[in-house]
Antibody
Framework: EVQLLESGGGLVQPGGSLRLSCAAS????????MSWVRQAPGKGLQWVST????????HYADSVKGRFTISRDNSMNTLFLQMNSLRDEDTAEFYC???????????????WGRGTTVTVSS | EIVLTQSPATLSLSPGERATLSCRAS??????LAWYQQKPGQAPRLLIY???NRGTGIPARFSGSGSGTDFTLTISSLEPEDFAVYYC?????????FGGGTKVEIK
């Protein structure tokens, strides 16, 4: 069974840092693009970042560019999101998601984790 | 950035009725559009990709259509478990973007 399990969320002060992790199982992790998507309380979905299967290509939303870094360890089947200079508006549920297939299909998300909550507040 | 506008914001229907949801893009996305369903407290689920292809295990009552800037998700006959929020998402250009969502509620 394909599974994704996020961890690392929590309460952090503005300007602080957090590192999210997403442990993957049930599929060949290195063959798929992986993404982070967030959802502020009561709001819609917002794409955050995507990384290619081998990690060589990354993309970011403008709102997080320069503050967040996506990475992956294919030997450990784990996706990461390093979040620095956190702001109040980063408060959200963060989901990791698996790409749907090769090529551009990888930019659709066909398996999602249950999410981890990030709260930025003083 | 490509803006996706979903309408209506809320759709009030009864079980068994047909639901028609719209997603309009601010510029052409070709057929590079997906639809997701999200229920309260749950992660989203991929329903449709590339405008009209159903995801794995998605029932045939869900169908997608459209190309360019105008897209439609149709649920042919609503089941009780279909009452949820639906989002569209484009992969044509970076950044990837989602629409604001349509809530399908029980009338």
């Amino acid at each position: 069974e394909v599974q994704l399990l996020e961890s690392g969320g929590g309460l952090v002060q503005p300007g602080g840092s957090l590192r999210l992790s997403c442990a993957a199982s049930g599929f060949t992790f290195s063959s798929y693009d992986m993404s982070w998507v967030r959802q502020a309380p009561g709001k819609g979905l917002q794409w955050v970042s995507t990384i290619s299967g081998r990690g060589g290509n990354t993309h970011y939303a403008d709102s997080v560019k320069g503050r967040f870094t996506i990475s992956r360890d294919n030997s450990m089947n784990t996706l990461f999101l390093q979040m620095n200079s956190l702001r109040d508006e980063d408060t959200a549920e963060f989901y990791c998601a698996k790409g749907h297939g090769p090529g551009g299909f990888g930019y659709y998300m066909d398996v999602w984790g249950r999410g981890t909550t990030v709260t930025v507040s003083s | 950035e490509i803006v996706l506008t979903q309408s209506p914001a809320t759709l009030s229907l009864s079980p068994g009725e047909r639901a028609t949801l719209s997603c309009r893009a601010s510029q052409s996305v070709s057929s590079y559009l997906a639809w997701y369903q999200q229920k309260p407290g749950q992660a989203p689920r991929l329903l449709i990709y590339e405008s009209s292809n159903r995801g794995t295990g998605i029932p045939a009552r869900f169908s997608g259509s459209g190309s360019g800037t105008d897209f439609t998700l149709t649920i042919s006959s609503l089941e009780p478990e279909d009452f949820a929020v639906y989002y569209c998402q484009q992969r044509s250009n970076w950044p990837l973007t989602f629409g604001g969502g349509t809530k399908v509620e029980i009338k």
